[in-house]
């Protein structure tokens, strides 16, 4: 993709740390990017996906919002195949210069987690709770389920610790970073196949794992 095709979004600082789910937290005055360019499968759902990031001092804070009403939850342990669910996907190089790689976090519609790190598909070595100290997560649906979930809408928030950015790239993360990342909407065995992206993906086949066709995110 060329550098002027790319989207870009800016992550917003704001001025302190909060879990996920507070009801203080900021998001009133942070704007959105949309999972819009639904691919591959030419069935007609769409589900319409804003997230919204924000960095604080520690973490960078991440906010999904799925128009969903029905949804499939089955996998219920870290590093579980989520992606088989409704589920989002955050993947993000946060120092793309480096070529060392991208972490992908994979979050069912519970909030069950997937999480590695490397620089292709094939060459990736899972997270695991040591390394991922601080993470949080809560979704506004519990469990599993399989249909209605009593809403038209779901949301997911997390919050991701800045160290885990030094621990894998040796590097801060620090305001003016550019760094390449997309956003998904997926659900491989849900009653609905789909796969849409924020920023499109150019192969003939579903395939998230693609570096190139990244966008941007500037932190503000």
Same mark, same amino acid.
Request: hydrophobic share 40%; proline share 9%.
């Given at each position: 993709?060329?550098?002027?095709?790319?989207?870009?979004?800016?992550?917003?600082?704001?001025?302190?740390?909060?879990?996920?789910?507070?009801?203080?937290?900021?998001?009133?005055?942070?704007?959105?990017?949309?999972?819009?360019?639904?691919?591959?499968?030419?069935?007609?759902?769409?589900?319409?996906?804003?997230?919204?990031?924000?960095?604080?001092?520690?973490?960078?804070?991440?906010?999904?919002?799925?128009?969903?009403?029905?949804?499939?939850?089955?996998?219920?342990?870290?590093?579980?195949?989520?992606?088989?669910?409704?589920?989002?996907?955050?993947?993000?190089?946060?120092?793309?210069? &480096?070529?060392?790689?991208? =972490?992908?976090? *994979?979050?069912?519609?519970?909030?069950?987690? @997937? /999480?590695?790190?490397?620089?292709? #598909?094939?060459?990736?070595?899972?997270?695991?709770?040591?390394?991922?100290?601080?993470?949080?997560?809560?979704?506004?649906?519990?469990?599993?389920?399989?249909?209605?979930?009593?809403?038209?809408?779901? &949301?997911?928030?997390?919050? =991701?610790?800045? *160290?885990?950015?030094?621990?894998?790239?040796? @590097? /801060?993360?620090?305001?003016?970073? #550019?760094?390449?990342?997309?956003?998904?909407?997926?659900?491989?065995?849900?009653?609905?196949?789909?796969?849409?992206?924020?920023?499109?993906?150019?192969?003939?086949?579903?395939?998230?794992?693609?570096?190139?066709?990244?966008?941007?995110?500037?932190?503000?």
């Amino acid at each position: 993709m060329s550098p002027a095709a790319r989207p870009t979004y800016t992550v917003r600082p704001v001025g302190a740390d909060f879990a996920p789910g507070d009801p203080g937290a900021p998001w009133g005055d942070v704007p959105s990017l949309r999972i819009g360019h639904y691919l591959w499968l030419d069935n007609g759902y769409e589900p319409e996906v804003e997230v919204r990031l924000c960095r604080s001092r520690d973490f960078l804070h991440v906010r999904f919002a799925v128009g969903e009403k029905r949804v499939r939850v089955r996998h219920t342990d870290f590093q579980d195949p989520v992606y088989k669910d409704s589920c989002v996907e955050f993947f993000v190089d946060a120092f793309p210069e &480096t070529r060392q790689g991208y =972490v992908n976090f *994979e979050t069912n519609a519970a909030g069950v987690l @997937l /999480a590695a790190f490397g620089p292709d #598909r094939e060459r990736r070595k899972p997270l695991w709770p040591e390394d991922l100290a601080g993470f949080e997560a809560r979704s506004s649906i519990a469990g599993p389920v399989d249909g209605e979930h009593g809403s038209d809408v779901w &949301t997911l928030d997390y919050r =991701v610790p800045l *160290e885990l950015f030094r621990m894998l790239y040796g @590097l /801060a993360v620090r305001p003016g970073l #550019r760094a390449a990342a997309n956003f998904y909407k997926c659900g491989d065995e849900t009653e609905v196949p789909h796969y849409g992206a924020w920023s499109p993906v150019g192969t003939a086949a579903p395939d998230f794992h693609r570096p190139e066709f990244f966008g941007e995110l500037v932190f503000g």
